[in-house]
């Protein structure tokens, strides 16, 4: 589909930013990020990680203590907010109650003094894409909350910003809902072609959103990347266990064989990280898994049926294995011995000392 701005996108460039608050909290260790024009960017981490302080650098609510954004090529560090054409959509969607959908899109392009026919246009062509043209006439205390964030993201869309920032923006509304909004918002961002930074502290709404998930920590960013690949190659403990269930192995975990073959030992003293799904319940002794897989003998300590697959937690000495099976939970007794394999491809060694912010 054509892009609806037929602008070309802008990079947004974090060079060396870092933010100490007036009371002295050092918020943002010193960073650098490179977002690429027209592509979706995800700040994902828990609670206090620094997510809205960084966006809030970039839209310019803060002007940080070191450091410059760069939109394009042009160093905004100092601009103010309403100079940096960027669109932004909080959690809560604010709109103006006593205004009907069409006048709070509308209320952007009236104070940028754009003349009526040409707003009128405007207002029409964003309503069609959040799919609300039907509701246009309505208060915003007439429209669900699903409908009243559509109403904030084609508010901050109008006047074709730059930058689209949104923080939190689904995050009052419920799961499916929010899968929803999240798909359409995707769908939005590719036929504006805008640069979008998205903050979230949910892993699975960043993997459905992004090109790039940033995943934070502590006021700095600890990996970033495509979410298959920070997803499959976490460097540290922190994102492997952030970005979904994970068994944590350390190196030096006894009992572990290749099938039909010999016991083998994990190489340095490391920790690894393997999946839930990575791992399988197998008959007596693995031997059915290929040569090469690695073979653990335990005990079923629990079985959690969960709709889709089965949780079921394995002893193996020290160790305790989750894995996600689609075994049913008949054939899994509690206390019965079984075998687990896995592709040693599977595990990810994991980086002991905090990892540099490159
Ligand atoms: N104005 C302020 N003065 C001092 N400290 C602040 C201020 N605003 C935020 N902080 C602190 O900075 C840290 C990062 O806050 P931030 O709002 O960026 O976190 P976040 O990752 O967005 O978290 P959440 O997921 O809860 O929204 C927190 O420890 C917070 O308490
Ligand atoms: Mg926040």
Redesign the pocket.
């Given at each position: 589909m054509a892009n609806v701005s037929e602008r070309t996108a802008l990079p947004v460039t974090i060079q060396g930013v870092a933010h100490t608050?007036?009371?002295g909290?050092q918020?943002l260790h010193e960073t650098d990020l490179m977002i690429q024009p027209g592509t979706f960017c995800t700040l994902l981490?828990?609670?206090?990680?620094?997510?809205?302080?960084l966006l809030r650098i970039i839209s310019g609510l803060i002007t940080p203590t070191e450091g410059a954004i760069i939109i394009g090529n042009r160093d905004v560090t100092n601009v103010a907010i309403q100079e940096r054409n960027i669109g932004f959509v909080f959690q809560h969607y604010a709109l103006f109650p006593h205004l009907s959908v069409r006048d709070n899109i509308d209320f952007p392009l009236k104070t940028r003094k754009i003349d009526k026919a040409a707003r009128r246009e405007k207002v029409d062509r964003v309503l069609d894409l959040v799919g609300l043209s039907h509701l246009a006439d309505r208060m915003p205390g007439q429209i669900s909350g699903g409908q009243q964030q559509r109403v904030a993201i084609a508010r901050a869309l109008v006047y074709e910003p730059d930058v689209l920032l949104l923080d939190?923006p689904l995050g009052a509304l419920d799961r499916k809902l929010r899968q929803q909004l999240g798909a359409e918002l995707r769908r939005i961002q590719q036929e504006t072609g805008t640069t979008a930074v998205y903050?979230t502290?949910d892993q699975e709404e960043a993997f459905l959103l992004s090109d790039t998930v940033v995943v934070?920590d502590d006021?700095g960013i600890v990996q970033r990347g495509a979410p298959e690949k920070v997803y499959n190659h976490p460097e540290t403990e922190f994102v492997a266990r952030f970005l979904g269930d994970t068994n944590i192995l350390a190196s030096d975990l006894a009992g572990i064989r290749a099938v039909g073959g010999d016991p083998v030992e994990l190489e340095g003293d490391g920790r690894y990280s393997l999946r839930p799904e990575d791992i399988v319940v197998v008959d007596a002794m693995g031997e059915s898994q290929p040569a090469g897989h690695y073979a653990l003998d335990g005990t079923v300590e629990l079985v959690n049926f969960m709709g889709s697959s089965t949780k079921v937690t394995v002893r193996a000495g020290e160790a305790l294995l989750h894995i996600d099976t689609h075994l049913s939970a008949e054939h899994l007794t509690q206390g019965a011995p079984v075998t687990v394999a896995w592709d040693p491809e599977a595990m990810v060694r994991l980086e002991t000392r905090a990892p540099a912010t490159a």
């Amino acid at each position: 589909m054509a892009n609806v701005s037929e602008r070309t996108a802008l990079p947004v460039t974090i060079q060396g930013v870092a933010h100490t608050f007036d009371n002295g909290f050092q918020a943002l260790h010193e960073t650098d990020l490179m977002i690429q024009p027209g592509t979706f960017c995800t700040l994902l981490g828990p609670s206090g990680s620094g997510k809205t302080t960084l966006l809030r650098i970039i839209s310019g609510l803060i002007t940080p203590t070191e450091g410059a954004i760069i939109i394009g090529n042009r160093d905004v560090t100092n601009v103010a907010i309403q100079e940096r054409n960027i669109g932004f959509v909080f959690q809560h969607y604010a709109l103006f109650p006593h205004l009907s959908v069409r006048d709070n899109i509308d209320f952007p392009l009236k104070t940028r003094k754009i003349d009526k026919a040409a707003r009128r246009e405007k207002v029409d062509r964003v309503l069609d894409l959040v799919g609300l043209s039907h509701l246009a006439d309505r208060m915003p205390g007439q429209i669900s909350g699903g409908q009243q964030q559509r109403v904030a993201i084609a508010r901050a869309l109008v006047y074709e910003p730059d930058v689209l920032l949104l923080d939190e923006p689904l995050g009052a509304l419920d799961r499916k809902l929010r899968q929803q909004l999240g798909a359409e918002l995707r769908r939005i961002q590719q036929e504006t072609g805008t640069t979008a930074v998205y903050v979230t502290h949910d892993q699975e709404e960043a993997f459905l959103l992004s090109d790039t998930v940033v995943v934070m920590d502590d006021g700095g960013i600890v990996q970033r990347g495509a979410p298959e690949k920070v997803y499959n190659h976490p460097e540290t403990e922190f994102v492997a266990r952030f970005l979904g269930d994970t068994n944590i192995l350390a190196s030096d975990l006894a009992g572990i064989r290749a099938v039909g073959g010999d016991p083998v030992e994990l190489e340095g003293d490391g920790r690894y990280s393997l999946r839930p799904e990575d791992i399988v319940v197998v008959d007596a002794m693995g031997e059915s898994q290929p040569a090469g897989h690695y073979a653990l003998d335990g005990t079923v300590e629990l079985v959690n049926f969960m709709g889709s697959s089965t949780k079921v937690t394995v002893r193996a000495g020290e160790a305790l294995l989750h894995i996600d099976t689609h075994l049913s939970a008949e054939h899994l007794t509690q206390g019965a011995p079984v075998t687990v394999a896995w592709d040693p491809e599977a595990m990810v060694r994991l980086e002991t000392r905090a990892p540099a912010t490159a």
